[in-house]
């Protein structure tokens, strides 16, 4: 069995100690920070998530497997960080109101500031004032927010009407994502950009800020 899949499987068990230590070993054997968490983390995820649909496993393992996961990106973490890169951009971001998910869009955020981004994380259950709040605060240039939920999805679109309401939708980009979010309902919302992963959330930053 590969260090990937066995990293997944950690995941899978949730067993923080052991994503942990397996972390670090392929850390020390040379393996690429972004690797292990595409190809071993996320991926031990995604079979819970296919799991608990199937009725296999339940919240408290999701949970424990969240847990686990997040033992792993805590390790990688410091080396995605950025080093006195010059600041690319402001980047206010959320998990939307409902929605308590927030792995995802913490490695959204990780990548982000690894490529010299200024991040304001609001959280998770962010209302729809409280993205408002941030934008006349912080003048972010970019807007993200993250839905895993299908109930969830539709605050997005009631930020992006209170943006234009308050007249401020001209002066922010919109991206959004998640694992039931698409290019189609980005466009039908009247997003600016859908992101499938943490690498083309960042990528897609750049290009919309270019
Ligand atoms: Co939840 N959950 N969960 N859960 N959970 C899902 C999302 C689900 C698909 C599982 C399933 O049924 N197969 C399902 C949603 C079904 C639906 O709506 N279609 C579900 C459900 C039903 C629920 C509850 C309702 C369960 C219950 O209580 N009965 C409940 C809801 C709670 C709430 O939010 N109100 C719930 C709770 C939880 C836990 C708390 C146990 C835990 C979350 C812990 C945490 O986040 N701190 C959890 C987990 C772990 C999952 C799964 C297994 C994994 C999610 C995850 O972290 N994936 C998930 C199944 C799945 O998605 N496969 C599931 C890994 C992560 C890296 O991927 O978040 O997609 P993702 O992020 C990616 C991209 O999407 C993208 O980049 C990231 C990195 O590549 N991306 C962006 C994300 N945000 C972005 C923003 C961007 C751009 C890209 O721009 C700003």
Redesign the pocket.
Known sequence: MSKYQELANAVIKGDTQQVKQITQQMLDAGEQPLAII?EGL?QG??E???R??EGEMF?PE??M??QA?KGGVELVKPLMAGTDMPTAGTVV?GTVK????????N??IMMMESSGFNVVDLGVDVPVDKFIQAVKDHKPQVV???A?????MPVMKEVINALDKENLRSAVKV???????SKEYADEIGADGY????V??TEMCKQLLN
């Open positions: 595409n996320i995820l995604n819970v998530g296919i608990f649909k919240v999701m949970m497997a969240a996961m971001i409902g929605d308590l998910h927030d792995i995802g869009k490695l959204v993200g927010m993250s895993l939920l299908t109930t969830t991206v959004i994502g998640g694992a039931p979010v992101a499938g992963d943490a083309v959330a």
